[in-house]
């Protein structure tokens, strides 16, 4: 029997970490839970069923769109070339058979699709060498190709006579060349520290220096304080990352439709869901060890951040209104945990200014987001309450509650607190057209569509004007301690 050359023999090609850098049953299980956390009790039932069984039991429940997928371009781009000149192309994963047979339909390349089925084994390792074989056999080929990355495809490229490796691993890219030279290496695209960094959004860490107003408000200087309360920082800081990324983990098939964050790690495919989790939970475990150093009122109120953030990351963010009094109040809490980690008591006043502050920045980032879907003539962003219509409306309560905190600032400069704790309190006075004029200029900003849906703290980090302001009033601030007085 004439055997045709390898290069036109069929090609079975592997799915979850090969056409697409994600995996499906992570995918499937992040939409499951996202539907509503008990979902996880559930899954932990499935597990008794094994691994066939629970892949069955989750497509039952759910299933991922494949246009939602991250998938590699690259090899997806040489199976359309080897599709187009007549090579058979067959689809071979462990996935369940309906994920399989939804992702070769949107594909579009594959003549045929082996996957686990309803009452067979899971098809990995040595069950898909023995399906490729049958199916080659059934078709009159006596040799075949296989395309694939980890160390469980490593039996199926043994069995048959050319191997594509695609994003392997580089043990696995080994231990493969040491059996056979593969026909094709597709390079695996490592996880850097430059994507983790992206993935825990490390740039808003600086939203943490919140924590410090308590001691700047009391003119606090004891070191050990400092030390503390920066130790409380990194807890912070490691904590609200990992809730991040759980919140980027819930969102993912919304932020793949999103014109930005499309391009966070997560939705790009980057990173994987695997290390995500592995990396949050470290953090999380890490935060809370640092939270128990700092005292066990910080730790409850990092714990009823943690909390919160996950209510909101789960349900909340889906409710109007009550999405953008919940984002002030964890600012505002992050006040409030610093004042309990550097043991001073927590004005009301601070209090009073920060959510209505926090609130005005909150309505800022919706207005921004409705403003940008309005833009381009798209629905508002999946997952929210909000439409175009309510733009006015959130606009009117956004810059209201920004004014609010001016006057409640102008409120306490007259008041007996200001007059003990400033030796010059009028200098405070100076501070209420400075944070207005910054209100007003964020609003305007907002109206004029220049914030482009970012976060209106992470612009601000970004505006010069913004720190211009923050350097006067720190100034100002300096001037009513000190009890400087102008010579006229």
């Known amino acids: ?147 694939g990355n980890s160390a469980d495809d490593l039996p199926v490229w043994a069995g048959g006579a050319q191997a594509i490796a695609v994003n392997a691993p580089a043990g696995v890219l080994r231990r493969l060349q040491a059996a056979q030279a593969p026909a094709r290496v597709f390079e695996r695209r490592p996880l850097t520290l430059a994507t983790v960094l992206r993935a825990v959004r490390l740039k808003q860490w600086s939203k943490n220096g919140l924590l410090f107003v308590p001691l700047l408000a009391a003119h606090t200087t004891d070191p050990s304080l400092w030390f503390t309360l920066f130790v409380a920082f990194v807890a912070f800081g490691l904590c609200a990352s ?33 290390a995500a989790v592995a990396i949050g939970a470290a953090m999380l475990l890490a935060a809370f060890a640092l939270a128990f150093w700092v005292g066990q009122a910080f730790t409850g109120a990092l714990l009823l951040y943690t909390a919160l953030t996950l209510g909101y990351s789960l349900r909340w963010k889906r409710i109007p209104l009550f999405d953008v009094l919940l984002l002030a109040t964890l600012y505002t809490l992050r006040i409030g945990a610093g004042a309990l980690a550097g043991h001073v008591d927590l004005s009301n006043w601070l209090l009073a200014i920060s959510i209505f502050l926090f609130l005005s920045l909150a309505l800022v980032k919706r207005c921004a987001e409705l403003e940008e879907a309005v833009d381009a003539h798209q629905a508002p962003a999946p997952g929210r309450g909000y439409q175009p219509r309510d733009l006015a409306t959130l606009r009117t309560m956004g810059m209201t509650s920004g004014f609010m905190s001016v006057l409640v600032l102008t409120l306490y400069i007259d008041s007996p607190n200001s007059r003990a704790l400033y030796a010059q309190p009028d200098w405070l006075w100076a501070a ?27 612009f601000a980090l970004k505006d010069p004007f913004s720190w211009a302001t923050l350097l006067v009033m720190g100034g100002i601030g300096l001037a009513a301690t000190v009890g400087w007085q102008p010579h006229l």
Request: aromatic share 6%; proline share 7%.
């Open 1 to 147: 029997m004439h055997n045709p050359p390898l290069d036109d023999c069929p090609l079975y090609v592997d799915l979850d970490g090969s056409l697409t850098p994600s995996d499906t049953l992570h995918e499937s299980i992040v939409l499951f839970a996202r539907r509503h956390p008990l979902n996880l009790l559930r899954m932990v039932g499935w597990l008794a069923r094994g691994k066939a069984g629970f892949k069955r039991a989750l497509a039952d429940a759910v299933l991922p769109e494949p246009e939602r997928l991250p998938w590699r371009a690259d090899f997806i781009e040489f199976l359309r070339a080897e599709h187009a000149r007549g090579r058979p192309l067959v689809l071979a994963t462990a996935a369940d058979a309906r994920v399989a047979r939804r992702v070769a339909e949107h594909l579009g390349v594959f003549s045929d699709v082996l996957a686990t089925e309803d009452g067979g084994p899971n098809l990995s390792r040595a069950h898909k060498r023995e399906a490729i074989a049958a199916h080659a056999r059934a078709a009159g080929h006596e040799r075949w190709a296989y395309a």
């Open 242 to 274: 990992a809730t991040y990324l759980v919140n980027d983990l819930l969102d993912l098939p919304n932020d793949r439709a999103h014109r930005l964050k499309r391009l966070r790690p997560l939705a790009a495919g980057t990173m994987g869901i695997g």
């Open 432 to 458: 209420a057209p400075v944070l207005l004029m910054w209100v007003m200029r964020i609003w305007f900003k907002t109206g004029r569509r220049e914030l482009h849906g970012e976060d209106p703290l992470a």
